[in-house]
């Protein structure tokens, strides 16, 4: 580890492969899971790492980024395996919110956070699965984007799971998150206009604490911005993309690293090892059936908002809690939260427009797939 502690491997000099192009501006990080040519591609574990050789190429997307003349500044700190959503890892640096110190960072990807929070970098990428990058996207007031399933090459990201894994990108403007996205589509957004902003009204009170439904009606207020209630959207759609989210991912992480685990027994944080431990063990005829209630899950949520439209969520259950005081009721809320675009294979655009008590809270808007440009759309709308 070198320089600032969430930078894992700084490159020095920085590279730039293209003196020139659209983004010779912009300064980039990325996760321990994406691969840069030369350096070993990670899950967070040393242990893992130190058994596997540097990569011979660049993830596509880091290819992408830097054929357009971006500075790659070298790789950042992620959270043990890529699944606590806490920020922390046990074998690396103790890294803190740059917002605010004692409140929790979010993970999977926390260091690329903190450096595009710092203003060290512009642009931070990772593997958004299980709201690796939307989560400390939200905790640290910056804009994250989660693209539609399959509108970013993922070759070059070590796998989590390949029914949720996701190219995420987040940055302190949203001007320039817009541009990287269209940079690494690789096709052609749909060409949809908005036409509205559906509020999931019972999703927020029943999910706010009181101080931040407070901070959030007054921001509502003062946007002027035209939204149509849906309040039929609730707690159990929650719990049903949660479900079909816990039985996918454990399969799908058994096959992948499951006999590693076994035989390495690496030492993990307890939120790792307690989520592990809770969906590890389905069978494969559960994985089937599941994979049916997915196709489903999808379906039903154009009962929600349909083409042309975005529904608006909280990304996370209220602003970033204590890191010290983190109850278990706030940790399943969030993880349902995520597992909606996962599931539903949705856009998704995190928005730092909130903060309770200097604590930020992000605001999602979701896309149904393809219509990604949707979500920069209405958020446009946001900063007028």
């Given at each position: 580890m070198t320089g600032e502690s969430y930078l894992l491997q700084?490159?020095?000099?920085?590279?730039?492969?293209?003196?020139?192009?659209?983004?010779?501006?912009?300064?980039?990080?990325?996760?321990?899971?994406?691969?840069?040519?030369?350096?070993?591609?990670?899950?967070?574990?040393?242990?893992?790492?130190?058994?596997?050789?540097?990569?011979?190429?660049?993830?596509?997307?880091?290819?992408?980024?830097?054929?357009?003349?971006?500075?790659?500044?070298?790789?950042?700190?992620?959270?043990?395996?890529?699944?606590?959503?806490?920020?922390?890892?046990?074998?690396?640096?103790?890294?803190?919110?740059?917002?605010?110190?004692?409140?929790?960072?979010?993970?999977?990807?926390?260091?690329?956070?903190?450096?595009?929070?710092?203003?060290?970098?512009?642009?931070?990428?990772?593997?958004?699965?299980?709201?690796?990058?939307?989560?400390?996207?939200?905790?640290?007031?910056?804009?994250?984007?989660?693209?539609?399933?399959g509108m970013v090459d993922l070759r070059g990201v070590a796998a989590l799971s390949p029914s949720f894994d996701a190219i995420g990108f987040m940055t302190k403007q949203l001007p320039i998150l817009q541009q990287v996205a269209e940079k690494c589509w690789t096709k052609p957004a749909k060409a949809v206009q908005l036409k509205s902003i559906k509020y999931a009204t019972s999703l927020f009170q029943e999910l706010l604490p009181i101080e931040a439904m407070l901070e959030w009606e007054i921001t509502m207020k003062e946007s002027n911005v035209s939204v149509e209630h849906v309040p039929s959207f609730s707690k159990l759609a929650l719990t049903q993309a949660h479900n079909i989210h816990t039985v996918m991912l454990g399969r799908e992480v058994d096959l992948q690293y499951g006999q590693w685990f076994d035989v390495h027994k690496p030492k993990l944080s307890d939120e790792t090892v307690e989520h592990l431990e809770r969906i590890r063990g389905n069978s494969f005829k559960e994985f089937v059936v599941t994979k049916k209630k997915r196709e489903l899950f999808s379906h039903n949520m154009q009962g929600f908002f349909s083409s042309g439209e975005v529904l608006m969520i909280p990304t996370s259950p209220g602003q970033s809690p204590d890191e010290m005081f983190v109850d278990e009721t706030f940790l399943l809320n969030q993880r349902r939260l995520y597992a909606i675009?996962?599931?539903?294979?949705?856009?998704?655009?995190?928005?730092?427009?909130?903060?309770?008590?200097?604590?930020?809270?992000?605001?999602?808007?979701?896309?149904?797939?393809?219509?990604?440009?949707?979500?920069f759309d209405a958020a446009s709308r946001w900063l007028i």
């Open positions: 700084a490159l020095k000099p920085i590279r730039q492969d293209v003196p020139s192009g659209v983004m010779a501006r912009q300064r980039l990080v990325v996760s321990d899971c994406v691969s840069v040519k030369g350096l070993v591609t990670g899950i967070g574990i040393p242990e893992w790492s130190d058994g596997n050789e540097p990569a011979k190429n660049d993830a596509s997307v880091v290819t992408t980024l830097m054929h357009s003349g971006c500075k790659l500044l070298g790789k950042t700190q992620s959270d043990d395996f890529g699944t606590s959503i806490s920020g922390q890892n046990p074998f690396l640096a103790n890294l803190k919110n740059p917002i605010l110190p004692n409140i929790r960072l979010g993970g999977s990807s926390s260091g690329a956070a903190i450096a595009v929070a710092k203003g060290a970098a512009t642009l931070g990428i990772g593997n958004d699965c299980c709201g690796g990058v939307l989560i400390p996207a939200s905790y640290c007031h910056l804009f994250g984007y989660r693209p539609s399933q675009a996962e599931v539903a294979g949705l856009a998704q655009l995190t928005i730092p427009f909130v903060t309770v008590g200097g604590a930020p809270m992000g605001i999602s808007f979701l896309a149904h797939h393809g219509e990604d440009r949707l979500l």
